[in-house]
Protein backbone atom coordinates (compact mmCIF):
# COMPACT_ATOMS: atom_id res chain seq x y z
CA UNK A 1 0.00 0.00 0.00
CA UNK A 2 1.44 3.25 -0.70
CA UNK A 3 1.39 6.07 1.61
CA UNK A 4 -1.17 8.21 -0.78
CA UNK A 5 -3.93 5.45 -0.16
CA UNK A 6 -2.65 5.47 3.62
CA UNK A 7 -3.74 9.00 3.96
CA UNK A 8 -7.67 9.91 3.46
CA UNK A 9 -7.99 11.75 -0.01
CA UNK A 10 -10.01 14.40 2.18
CA UNK A 11 -9.09 16.06 5.33
CA UNK A 12 -10.28 18.01 7.56
CA UNK A 13 -8.57 21.01 8.29
CA UNK A 14 -8.42 22.86 12.06
CA UNK A 15 -7.05 26.22 11.74
CA UNK A 16 -9.06 28.63 13.24
CA UNK A 17 -11.34 26.02 14.61
CA UNK A 18 -11.10 26.56 18.34
CA UNK A 19 -13.08 26.56 21.19
CA UNK A 20 -16.92 25.16 21.44
CA UNK A 21 -17.52 26.11 17.58
CA UNK A 22 -14.57 24.50 16.76
CA UNK A 23 -15.68 21.24 18.26
CA UNK A 24 -18.87 21.71 16.78
CA UNK A 25 -17.45 21.61 13.44
CA UNK A 26 -15.03 19.40 13.57
CA UNK A 27 -17.48 17.13 14.81
CA UNK A 28 -19.98 17.82 11.95
CA UNK A 29 -17.67 16.89 9.58
CA UNK A 30 -16.68 13.50 11.37
CA UNK A 31 -20.60 12.97 11.31
CA UNK A 32 -20.58 14.15 7.68
CA UNK A 33 -18.03 11.77 6.52
CA UNK A 34 -14.51 13.11 7.23
CA UNK A 35 -11.95 10.69 8.54
CA UNK A 36 -8.79 12.71 8.37
CA UNK A 37 -7.92 15.62 10.88
CA UNK A 38 -5.20 18.02 10.35
CA UNK A 39 -4.17 19.99 12.92
CA UNK A 40 -0.47 21.25 14.43
CA UNK A 41 0.84 22.70 17.82
CA UNK A 42 0.86 25.86 16.72
CA UNK A 43 -3.19 26.09 15.92
CA UNK A 44 -4.52 25.98 19.12
CA UNK A 45 -6.72 22.85 18.25
CA UNK A 46 -4.95 19.70 19.01
CA UNK A 47 -7.54 19.84 21.79
CA UNK A 48 -10.58 20.24 19.69
CA UNK A 49 -9.25 17.26 17.68
CA UNK A 50 -9.39 14.80 20.45
CA UNK A 51 -12.78 16.31 21.83
CA UNK A 52 -14.55 16.00 18.44
CA UNK A 53 -13.28 11.99 18.00
CA UNK A 54 -14.35 10.99 21.53
CA UNK A 55 -17.94 12.59 20.96
CA UNK A 56 -18.28 11.26 17.51
CA UNK A 57 -18.18 7.49 18.92
CA UNK A 58 -15.63 6.81 16.38
CA UNK A 59 -13.01 4.05 16.64
CA UNK A 60 -9.33 5.61 17.15
CA UNK A 61 -8.34 3.68 14.01
CA UNK A 62 -10.94 4.78 11.78
CA UNK A 63 -9.89 8.56 11.95
CA UNK A 64 -6.35 9.47 10.78
CA UNK A 65 -4.86 12.51 12.87
CA UNK A 66 -2.14 14.53 11.48
CA UNK A 67 -0.12 16.77 14.08
CA UNK A 68 3.24 20.02 13.25
CA UNK A 69 5.77 20.54 14.90
CA UNK A 70 6.25 24.07 15.56
CA UNK A 71 9.74 25.36 14.72
CA UNK A 72 10.79 26.00 18.70
CA UNK A 73 9.89 22.14 18.93
CA UNK A 74 12.56 21.39 16.06
CA UNK A 75 15.60 21.07 17.98
CA UNK A 76 17.01 17.60 19.47
CA UNK A 77 15.51 17.32 22.76
CA UNK A 78 12.99 18.97 22.12
CA UNK A 79 10.97 17.10 19.25
CA UNK A 80 10.12 14.44 21.17
CA UNK A 81 8.29 16.02 23.76
CA UNK A 82 6.89 18.02 22.29
CA UNK A 83 5.52 15.37 20.19
CA UNK A 84 4.70 13.55 23.86
CA UNK A 85 2.85 16.60 24.77
CA UNK A 86 0.84 16.75 21.44
CA UNK A 87 -0.44 13.39 21.82
CA UNK A 88 -1.43 13.89 25.53
CA UNK A 89 -3.38 17.20 24.68
CA UNK A 90 -5.40 15.40 22.19
CA UNK A 91 -5.90 12.21 24.22
CA UNK A 92 -4.47 9.53 21.89
CA UNK A 93 -1.16 7.15 22.62
CA UNK A 94 0.29 8.38 19.11
CA UNK A 95 -0.74 10.01 16.02
CA UNK A 96 -0.35 8.79 12.49
CA UNK A 97 1.35 11.86 10.67
CA UNK A 98 3.98 13.87 12.36
CA UNK A 99 4.88 16.59 9.91
CA UNK A 100 8.00 19.53 10.36
CA UNK A 101 5.65 22.63 9.73
CA UNK A 102 8.13 24.85 8.10
CA UNK A 103 12.10 24.02 7.23
CA UNK A 104 12.53 28.10 8.79
CA UNK A 105 11.42 29.98 11.05
CA UNK A 106 11.44 33.96 11.77
CA UNK A 107 15.46 33.36 13.08
CA UNK A 108 16.54 31.42 9.90
CA UNK A 109 17.10 27.85 8.68
CA UNK A 110 15.85 25.19 11.31
CA UNK A 111 18.91 22.34 11.84
CA UNK A 112 17.19 19.77 9.71
CA UNK A 113 19.38 16.47 10.98
CA UNK A 114 18.54 17.34 14.35
CA UNK A 115 15.48 17.77 14.08
CA UNK A 116 14.96 14.83 11.53
CA UNK A 117 16.56 12.29 13.43
CA UNK A 118 14.38 13.18 16.33
CA UNK A 119 11.24 12.95 14.30
CA UNK A 120 12.52 9.39 12.78
CA UNK A 121 13.07 8.25 16.74
CA UNK A 122 9.48 9.32 17.58
CA UNK A 123 8.50 7.02 14.85
CA UNK A 124 10.46 3.83 15.98
CA UNK A 125 8.97 4.43 19.28
CA UNK A 126 5.26 5.02 18.17
CA UNK A 127 4.55 8.30 18.97
CA UNK A 128 3.41 8.29 15.21
CA UNK A 129 3.15 5.78 12.89
CA UNK A 130 4.21 8.17 9.44
CA UNK A 131 6.46 11.36 9.05
CA UNK A 132 6.70 13.95 6.44
CA UNK A 133 7.44 17.42 6.51
CA UNK A 134 5.52 20.60 5.51
CA UNK A 135 6.50 23.90 2.97
CA UNK A 136 9.75 22.12 2.09
CA UNK A 137 10.88 23.06 -1.12
CA UNK A 138 12.59 20.47 -3.86
CA UNK A 139 15.97 21.21 -2.12
CA UNK A 140 14.40 20.90 1.32
CA UNK A 141 13.41 17.26 0.23
CA UNK A 142 16.58 16.14 -1.49
CA UNK A 143 18.18 17.45 2.06
CA UNK A 144 16.06 15.48 4.05
CA UNK A 145 15.90 12.34 1.64
CA UNK A 146 19.87 12.10 2.17
CA UNK A 147 19.85 12.20 6.06
CA UNK A 148 16.75 9.76 6.28
CA UNK A 149 17.02 7.97 3.09
CA UNK A 150 13.87 7.46 0.35
CA UNK A 151 10.94 6.12 1.05
CA UNK A 152 10.64 7.79 4.80
CA UNK A 153 8.41 10.89 3.81
CA UNK A 154 4.57 9.96 3.81
CA UNK A 155 3.67 13.68 2.34
CA UNK A 156 5.14 16.82 1.72
CA UNK A 157 2.02 19.58 2.72
CA UNK A 158 2.06 22.88 1.25
CA UNK A 159 0.26 25.49 -0.75
CA UNK A 160 -1.47 24.00 -3.25
CA UNK A 161 -5.29 25.36 -5.95
CA UNK A 162 -6.07 26.02 -9.24
CA UNK A 163 -4.35 29.83 -8.72
CA UNK A 164 -0.90 28.32 -7.52
CA UNK A 165 -0.51 24.85 -8.90
CA UNK A 166 3.16 24.01 -8.10
CA UNK A 167 4.00 22.01 -10.76
CA UNK A 168 7.28 21.69 -10.36
CA UNK A 169 6.86 20.47 -6.63
CA UNK A 170 4.42 18.23 -7.16
CA UNK A 171 5.98 16.61 -9.58
CA UNK A 172 8.96 16.22 -7.92
CA UNK A 173 7.14 14.64 -4.96
CA UNK A 174 5.32 12.18 -7.21
CA UNK A 175 8.64 11.16 -9.06
CA UNK A 176 9.95 10.64 -5.15
CA UNK A 177 7.11 8.39 -3.91
CA UNK A 178 5.66 11.13 -1.40
CA UNK A 179 2.12 12.37 -1.49
CA UNK A 180 1.07 15.90 -1.76
CA UNK A 181 -1.06 17.47 0.39
CA UNK A 182 -2.83 20.70 -0.42
CA UNK A 183 -3.18 23.53 1.78
CA UNK A 184 -5.93 26.00 1.11
CA UNK A 185 -7.12 23.58 -1.12
CA UNK A 186 -10.01 26.28 -2.11
CA UNK A 187 -7.62 29.13 -2.40
CA UNK A 188 -9.72 30.63 1.06
CA UNK A 189 -12.44 30.97 -2.24
CA UNK A 190 -10.46 33.08 -4.66
CA UNK A 191 -11.66 30.74 -6.90
CA UNK A 192 -15.27 32.15 -7.05
CA UNK A 193 -16.43 34.30 -10.16
CA UNK A 194 -13.42 32.79 -12.67
CA UNK A 195 -15.12 32.12 -15.48
CA UNK A 196 -13.57 28.79 -16.05
CA UNK A 197 -14.11 27.19 -13.06
CA UNK A 198 -17.94 28.56 -13.19
CA UNK A 199 -18.34 27.02 -16.24
CA UNK A 200 -17.34 23.26 -15.19
CA UNK A 201 -19.25 23.88 -12.06
CA UNK A 202 -22.49 24.64 -13.95
CA UNK A 203 -21.61 21.55 -16.41
CA UNK A 204 -21.30 19.48 -13.04
CA UNK A 205 -23.72 21.04 -11.08
CA UNK A 206 -21.56 22.08 -8.68
CA UNK A 207 -19.97 25.04 -6.92
CA UNK A 208 -16.60 26.69 -7.39
CA UNK A 209 -15.52 25.51 -4.37
CA UNK A 210 -16.16 22.03 -5.19
CA UNK A 211 -14.48 21.97 -8.35
CA UNK A 212 -11.10 23.66 -6.60
CA UNK A 213 -11.19 20.76 -4.62
CA UNK A 214 -12.00 18.14 -7.24
CA UNK A 215 -9.30 19.48 -9.61
CA UNK A 216 -6.53 18.79 -7.12
CA UNK A 217 -8.27 15.20 -5.66
CA UNK A 218 -8.80 14.18 -9.44
CA UNK A 219 -4.64 14.28 -9.76
CA UNK A 220 -4.67 11.87 -6.99
CA UNK A 221 -3.33 14.85 -4.21
CA UNK A 222 -5.05 15.19 -1.14
CA UNK A 223 -6.51 17.88 0.45
CA UNK A 224 -7.40 19.55 3.68
CA UNK A 225 -9.98 22.30 3.06
CA UNK A 226 -11.95 23.97 6.06
CA UNK A 227 -15.06 25.73 7.21
CA UNK A 228 -16.65 26.74 10.11
CA UNK A 229 -20.93 25.76 9.07
CA UNK A 230 -22.37 23.13 8.54
CA UNK A 231 -23.20 22.92 4.92
CA UNK A 232 -19.93 23.98 3.18
CA UNK A 233 -18.43 21.00 5.14
CA UNK A 234 -20.74 19.08 3.49
CA UNK A 235 -20.55 20.75 0.27
CA UNK A 236 -16.63 20.69 0.33
CA UNK A 237 -16.88 16.48 1.27
CA UNK A 238 -19.39 16.13 -1.87
CA UNK A 239 -16.74 16.80 -4.01
CA UNK A 240 -14.60 13.90 -3.88
CA UNK A 241 -17.21 12.10 -6.57
CA UNK A 242 -16.72 14.85 -8.94
CA UNK A 243 -14.85 13.40 -11.84
CA UNK A 244 -13.61 16.22 -14.17
CA UNK A 245 -12.49 15.36 -17.55
CA UNK A 246 -9.02 15.38 -19.15
CA UNK A 247 -10.23 18.62 -20.99
CA UNK A 248 -11.49 19.87 -18.01
CA UNK A 249 -8.39 19.42 -16.09
CA UNK A 250 -6.22 20.57 -19.11
CA UNK A 251 -8.64 24.00 -18.53
CA UNK A 252 -8.36 24.44 -15.11
CA UNK A 253 -4.45 23.61 -15.63
CA UNK A 254 -4.20 26.78 -17.63
CA UNK A 255 -5.30 29.15 -14.71
CA UNK A 256 -2.01 28.71 -12.76
CA UNK A 257 -0.97 32.19 -11.89
CA UNK A 258 1.36 31.73 -9.14
CA UNK A 259 -0.97 33.31 -6.44
CA UNK A 260 0.07 32.44 -3.76
CA UNK A 261 -1.25 33.34 0.00
CA UNK A 262 0.70 32.00 2.66
CA UNK A 263 3.98 33.76 2.31
CA UNK A 264 5.52 34.79 5.31
CA UNK A 265 8.85 37.30 4.60
CA UNK A 266 10.74 34.48 6.55
CA UNK A 267 9.57 31.35 4.81
CA UNK A 268 11.72 29.48 2.13
CA UNK A 269 13.08 30.01 -0.97
CA UNK A 270 9.66 28.67 -2.74
CA UNK A 271 10.43 26.62 -6.20
N1 LIG B 1 1.06 23.52 6.68
C1 LIG B 1 0.80 24.82 6.69
O1 LIG B 1 1.70 25.67 6.82
C2 LIG B 1 -0.63 25.28 6.53
C3 LIG B 1 -0.90 26.62 6.22
C4 LIG B 1 -2.23 27.01 6.07
C5 LIG B 1 -3.26 26.08 6.23
N2 LIG B 1 -2.97 24.79 6.54
C6 LIG B 1 -4.05 23.78 6.73
O2 LIG B 1 -4.93 23.85 5.63
C7 LIG B 1 -6.27 24.01 6.09
C8 LIG B 1 -7.08 24.76 5.06
O3 LIG B 1 -6.53 26.05 4.84
P1 LIG B 1 -7.38 27.39 4.99
O4 LIG B 1 -8.45 27.17 5.97
O5 LIG B 1 -6.47 28.49 5.25
O6 LIG B 1 -7.95 27.59 3.51
P2 LIG B 1 -9.14 26.94 2.64
O7 LIG B 1 -9.56 25.63 3.18
O8 LIG B 1 -8.67 27.03 1.23
O9 LIG B 1 -10.31 27.99 2.80
C9 LIG B 1 -11.03 28.15 3.98
C10 LIG B 1 -11.88 29.41 3.83
O10 LIG B 1 -12.82 29.22 2.76
C11 LIG B 1 -14.17 29.38 3.25
N3 LIG B 1 -14.92 28.23 2.69
C12 LIG B 1 -14.80 26.93 3.01
N4 LIG B 1 -15.62 26.17 2.27
C13 LIG B 1 -16.30 27.01 1.47
C14 LIG B 1 -17.30 26.83 0.50
N5 LIG B 1 -17.75 25.61 0.19
N6 LIG B 1 -17.80 27.93 -0.13
C15 LIG B 1 -17.34 29.17 0.15
N7 LIG B 1 -16.36 29.41 1.08
C16 LIG B 1 -15.86 28.35 1.73
C17 LIG B 1 -14.09 29.30 4.75
O11 LIG B 1 -15.00 30.21 5.35
P3 LIG B 1 -16.20 29.67 6.31
O12 LIG B 1 -15.54 29.07 7.51
O13 LIG B 1 -16.97 30.93 6.61
O14 LIG B 1 -16.97 28.68 5.50
C18 LIG B 1 -12.67 29.75 5.06
O15 LIG B 1 -12.63 31.17 5.19
C19 LIG B 1 -6.10 24.72 7.43
O16 LIG B 1 -7.26 24.62 8.24
C20 LIG B 1 -4.90 24.01 7.99
O17 LIG B 1 -5.30 22.77 8.57
C21 LIG B 1 -1.67 24.37 6.67
Redesign the pocket.
Known sequence: MTTTSTIPPIGF????RTGPEGIEALLSALETGYRHL???QS?GTEAECGEALRRSGLAREDVFLTT?ITGDNCQSGKLIRSLRQSNDTIGVDRVDLALI??PVSPTGKLPMAEYLAELAEAQTAGLTRLIGV??FTIADLMEAESILGEGRLATN?F?R?PLLQNHKLVDFCRSRGIAVTC???????ACAGIAEIEAIAGAHNA?V?QIALAYSLNQGLIV??????RD?IA??FAAGAIRLSPAELERIGRLDCGARQ?DPVWGPAWD
Do not use: C, M, V
Open positions: GTFGDTAYKHWSNQEHYLPLARGTHIPTSGRRENI
